[in-house]
């Protein structure tokens, strides 16, 4: 299993990355959950995400992938051998993701991260955001 | 305090409780992607096949299991992972590389009465059961042998084609008196109209996959996806979740005879849509082999023979369009003799000279072909496509422009020049041997208009339909015209118009040709628009006379010198030119021929349409001799052709208007080509569409409502009863097992 560079630069294992699971609240936790949602800073959203070429039939390893916005450092992680990337304590909002692939090829897009979980998942397609030739097909 | 305190708790509740409702309603379980498809809200009708896939996102750190998995509260686990034993783990299952995920799809399932469904699946990840439920809304299925369904349809797309675009039509096309139409569009005098959303399951802007799939097998896809979803197998576009559309549909359970006529390749998106079932719409060469329902190779595409595909897809009958390079060896002459490919085509199979013919298809290449081609017999259309050298416009695999076709005719001009004239570059011979003809003008003329091959077609299926004598037969016919598309990209609108104008001919002539076919039901709509809208007028001689006198060039080469350079306050004669507000005069569109095409698109007064989407470009408004791309481009170190759409096609109209794109222009690190979001061309529309019908079954496409109710809609027109309420039928089972 390939490592995951998590945050910057700290490496960490995938198998030893910690996936917070977490049951859906029962009606008796729901006020307390609420309360503490209201009050604490939203910054435990775990981004999982995978670096594919959908029109190619490929997913990248040793992709690096980097999240950032304006006012933050941005943060950066290396895909496995799947293609998967994983970021821990990543805040809630609009994110520009950089993909560099380890052939040298690049491309970017953008990320909503969704406050109301703690995992999210997105799937970074090469080839969804090519431009269709002229000559072919749109 | 205290009861301050217990309302603010308990409004936080149910923000939260409102937050969960919102998270289940989605596709997918947010902390695993744990997802069922096809997707929640899909809409289905009774016997219609769809795979029923599980399958989660995220990577767990050991190999999740499904629980459960049930249909109304009935569970179907055990019956589901015995037909997964029998498709067997990999491809036919949709198994997943990683044993970190889960994913199974079981193949070919329909429900076999209309209601609401709900599917749920529990998998354990990681010691937690997650759990996701979707919901179908099942309509009636189809059912011809009601003496009040239609069992003929000719379903018209116009690609890219905004209500501007049909207003433009018949501005030019019928002429204004007095502020009223001299005649409304055939589109306008179909029996009702609705509105239609476009948007893609993951985009707001479609392309012209999900755009056209959606429509007719009621499902939401990702761009790029021809009837799928999106999967956790990207290694394997093949392997997909599929469905049936309601072409496949009458095919199999009722026998109908379905075709396609298109002026793009036939295996570009919408007529691929149709049948075919891939996650990537670039798959050419596989989309082809399904097209005439061709399994059985061992070469090159070892990922076409997939049983559960084979038994899903149903093969035209009828197809015409371009794009020879995608069915002929590249050792087939007659792709460099006639179609003029300069490199390209298969290196597996020749489906046009051997699969085809063996599979019963009469293959033809031209007009003449076309017109001797027997009304009996399966029919293959490929016709040849724009291949003037000196248009970069479109490229072999589309056939010529509708204005294009017509000046090779004889019918057209473009700014008084015709066929003859050195600047349209047709009156040469073609670049890679006569095959097709003696001049481009020659083969040009040879290749179909939009009438001849629809004609042709709804003939061949009339034939093939009466020729086995159900009780329940019929036929299914998509008219497409794409180049209305393909024009707009690259902001030809003289040309997009004549696209749109043609289309609305041929609804015309349907119309007229099935007016007293109780059977018969068309439909036009679109799916998706462009951002052109029509902003005035131009009185065409001041629009030559002021080109050059505005935002010039040095020698062709950019920045440019903005407005008139002799006069600080800079004004601009081409602006100067546009007539707009109470200038809007009239246009003088002609037709001294009545072929319906206005005889030349640059009139002493023409219409003026401008781009909401762009990348940077320059027009002097006037109509181009040949289509020309409107942004330029360079070679990179290792041959790859990178896009700069900031900056204008010097050869494209340089003494004109510079018009200032706000497309995405970044370019790629080290030479990649067009990636990174790069737009070189006008882009689609997120603007709803309009739906025109006429005939049996009308009434049904009255409304504003998603693309994918059009399926259930043309299920309703095929004799299925009234849509049922949203409960749920208890009896109403998952069959196909």
Redesign the interface.
């Known amino acids: 299993m390939a490592n995951w560079l998590v945050g910057n630069p700290v490496l960490t294992p995938?198998?030893q990355h910690s996936?917070i699971?977490?049951?859906?609240p029962s009606?008796g936790w729901?006020?307390c959950?609420?309360?503490f949602?209201?009050a604490a800073p939203i910054d435990a959203i775990e981004l999982?995400g995978?670096v594919?070429?959908?029109?190619?039939?490929?997913?990248f390893s040793n992709a690096t992938v980097q999240v950032r916005r304006n006012t933050e450092k941005s943060r950066e992680a290396l895909s496995n051998t799947?293609?998967?990337f994983r970021l821990s304590n990543v805040s809630a909002g609009a994110y520009i993701i950089d993909i560099?692939l380890a052939d040298?090829?690049?491309?970017?897009t953008r990320l909503m991260i969704?406050p109301?979980?703690?995992?999210?998942?997105i799937?970074l397609?090469?080839?969804?955001?090519?431009?269709?030739?002229?000559?072919?097909?749109? | 305090m205290k009861i301050l305190f217990r309302l603010t708790v308990l409004c936080a509740a149910l923000s939260l409780s409102t937050a969960s409702i919102s998270a289940a309603a989605a596709n997918a379980e947010q902390e695993t992607g744990l997802r069922v498809l096809p997707p929640t809200g899909t809409e289905l009708f009774a016997g219609q096949r769809f795979d029923l896939r599980v399958e989660s996102q995220v990577p767990a750190r050991e190999s999740p299991r499904l629980i459960s998995l049930s249909v109304n509260g009935t569970n179907i686990t055990e019956t589901f992972n015995r037909r997964l034993a029998e498709q067997g783990e990999g491809a036919e299952s949709g198994t997943p590389s990683s044993k970190l995920l889960y994913g199974a799809s079981a193949r070919n399932l329909s429900f076999d009465q209309p209601g609401h469904y709900a599917v749920e699946a529990t998998v354990l990840i990681d010691g937690l059961e997650r759990k996701i439920k979707n919901h179908y809304h099942v309509a009636p299925a189809p059912n011809p042998k009601d003496p009040a369904a239609a069992r003929k349809l000719v379903f018209f797309l116009g690609d890219g084609v905004g209500l501007p675009m049909w207003t433009a039509a018949r501005i030019v096309g019928k002429g204004v008196t007095e502020g009223r139409t001299n005649e409304p569009l055939a589109m306008e005098k179909m029996a009702t109209h609705g509105i239609s959303r476009t948007t893609a399951f993951d985009s707001l802007i479609t392309d012209s996959a999900p755009g056209m799939a959606s429509l007719i097998s009621g499902m939401k896809m990702s761009n790029n996806s021809l009837q799928v979803s999106v999967d956790n197998t990207p290694e394997n576009p093949v392997d997909n979740p599929r469905i049936e559309t309601i072409f496949e549909y009458m095919k199999r359970v009722h026998g109908w005879k379905i075709g396609v006529v298109t002026d793009a390749f036939l295996v570009d998106a919408t007529p691929a849509s149709l049948q075919a079932h891939n996650r990537s719409r670039r798959d050419y060469t596989n989309i082809a082999q399904q097209m005439i329902g061709y399994y059985d190779d061992q070469t090159a595409l070892k990922k076409t023979g997939y049983l559960s595909l084979a038994e899903l897809s149903k093969p035209l009958d009828v197809l015409m369009g371009g794009g020879a390079a995608h069915w002929m060896s590249e050792k087939n002459p007659a792709l460099r003799s006639f179609y003029q490919y300069p490199s390209g085509g298969r290196k597996d199979v020749d489906l046009i000279a051997d699969i085809a013919p063996s599979k019963g298809y009469q293959v033809v290449r031209n007009l003449d072909e076309l017109k001797n081609a027997p009304n009996d017999q399966k029919l293959l259309g490929i016709f040849s496509g724009e291949f003037r050298k000196t248009s970069s416009g479109l490229g072999p695999d589309n056939l010529p422009g509708v204005l294009d076709r017509l000046v090779a005719r004889g019918a057209a001009t473009i700014r008084g020049k015709g066929a003859e004239d050195s600047a349209l570059g047709l009156n040469i011979a073609p670049p890679l041997g006569t095959e097709c003809g003696e001049t481009i003008s020659k083969c040009f003329q040879n290749v179909p208009m939009k009438a001849e091959m629809m004609n042709k077609a709804i003939t061949v299926l009339e034939q093939l339909t009466a020729k086995e004598s159900r009780e329940d037969g019929g036929w299914m016919l998509l008219v497409e015209q794409s180049q209305s598309d393909k024009m707009g990209h690259i902001l030809e609108y003289d040309r997009s118009i004549f696209e749109v104008i043609e289309l609305d001919q041929v609804i015309g002539l349907t119309m007229k040709r099935l007016e007293n076919d109780k059977k018969a039901l068309m439909v036009a709509t679109s799916d998706h628009a462009q951002p052109q809208t029509i902003i005035g007028v131009a009185l065409t001689e001041a629009l030559e006379s002021a080109a050059g006198k505005c935002f010039s060039t040095t020698n062709g080469q950019y920045p440019v010198t903005l407005g008139s350079p002799e006069d600080a306050d800079r004004p601009c004669d081409l602006q100067d030119a546009i007539g707009t507000f109470n200038d809007a005069t009239f246009t003088t569109y002609a037709d001294s021929n009545k072929d319906g095409f206005p005889d030349d698109p640059s009139p002493s007064i023409k219409l003026i349409i401008e781009d909401g989407g762009r990348p940077t470009y320059s027009t002097t408004y006037l109509t181009n001799f040949q289509p020309l791309k409107p942004t330029a481009s360079r070679k990179t170190e290792d041959g790859k052709t990178l896009e700069l759409p900031a900056l204008p096609n010097a050869q494209r109209q340089p003494q004109g208007l510079l018009m200032t794109g706000n497309m995405p222009t970044r370019n790629v690190k080290k030479g990649a080509n067009k990636t990174s979001g790069p737009v070189e061309i006008a882009p689609h529309a997120g603007d709803d569409v309009i739906v025109g019908a006429q005939g049996t079954g009308a009434h049904y496409f009255s409304g504003y409502f998603e693309n994918t109710s059009i399926s259930h809609k043309l299920a309703q027109a095929f004799g299925a009863k009234a849509v049922p309420s949203q409960q749920s039928d208890k009896n109403g089972k998952l069959v196909g097992w």
Do not use: H, K
């Not at chain 1, 699971?21 to 859906?24: A, D, K, P």
């Not at chain 1, 109301?116 to 998942?121: G, Y």
């Open positions: 995938f198998s996936n699971l977490v049951r859906r009606l729901l006020a959950i609420a309360c949602i209201y999982v995978r594919v070429d959908n029109a190619q039939a490929r997913v799947e293609g998967f560099s040298g090829r690049s491309f970017m969704n109301n979980s703690t995992t999210q998942f799937e397609d090469y080839s969804r955001i090519v431009t269709p030739d002229d000559d072919e097909d749109y």
